[in-house]
């Protein structure tokens, strides 16, 4: 989904309080100046997904807000372990985290958890490739829906996996109950405080990606880190002047 988004797109906002983002009060100095780019994942596999169809309508709005957008469709992506890196699906999977600088992750709440389907998508993305580190310092949203009342448990833990991931995940969510009455047969979300939190959410993601994507390197260069790297290099040259 790359297309541009515009207000007419979005029958459910207010098109008077709805305001586009000024990057010019966010970006660094050394900003890349391209859109931001979002990976948006989702945890289910049903026909009519609303995990689904919950990420489209954030890739929606996240457009209309400026950003590039690419939904990974977890179909066909194997168990982690059970497979090599680059099984098609997983290769996809990786490139996409690299390509983004920030993403949105959206499960349903299954047995009180996130689902298998999504925590597989993020085993899947490893803490380096090499010298790169495919989601250290990029941003994250974390949403949920479920077929009862409202619930934080996936959200909850896909926070403490985007902290494990050394992502920057951002103060706001989204939980959206009894999903299946909160979007019509068009699939698409009817109007409601929770789909106005959606666009809370969405709005929040792409001021903090502005924010974070220019001095990323920056935010997450560490004392721990450039210590290792100094006794890596020393042992080297040492070994060298043997």
């Known amino acids: 989904m790359t297309d541009r988004v515009t ?18 009060l966010l970006a660094a100095d050394g900003d890349p100046g391209h859109p931001p780019r979002i990976l948006l994942l989702y945890g289910s596999l049903r026909e009519r997904s609303y995990s689904r169809l919950a990420a489209e309508e954030a890739a929606r709005l996240l457009q209309y807000f400026g950003a590039e957008t690419r939904i990974f469709s977890p179909e066909g992506l194997p168990l982690p372990d059970g497979a090599p890196v680059d099984h098609p699906k997983v290769a996809e999977l990786r490139d996409l985290a690299q390509w983004s600088e920030g993403m949105v992750w959206v499960s349903p709440e299954r047995h009180g958890a996130m689902t298998g389907i999504m925590k597989a998508q993020i085993d899947w993305l490893p803490l380096s490739l090499g010298a790169v580190r495919p989601t250290q310092g990029k941003t994250l949203a974390v949403m949920e829906v479920s077929g009862g009342s409202q619930s934080f448990n996936a959200v909850n833990q896909m926070r403490i996996l985007g902290r494990w991931m050394r992502m920057v995940t951002i103060p706001n969510q989204s939980s959206v109950p009894k999903a299946f009455a909160e979007f019509d047969e068009a699939g698409r979300m009817k109007p409601s405080p929770y789909y106005n939190r959606i666009v809370d959410v969405m709005e929040e993601l792409v001021k903090f990606t502005f924010m974070v994507r220019g001095r990323s390197s920056y935010l997450v260069d560490r004392y721990s880190e450039r210590v290792e790297s100094a006794e890596a290099l020393s042992k080297r040259v040492n070994q060298r002047s043997i």
Request: no cysteine; glycine share 0%; charged share 30%.
């Open 7 to 24: 207000a007419l797109d979005l029958p459910n906002i207010d098109p008077e309080q709805i305001r586009p983002i000024d990057s010019s």
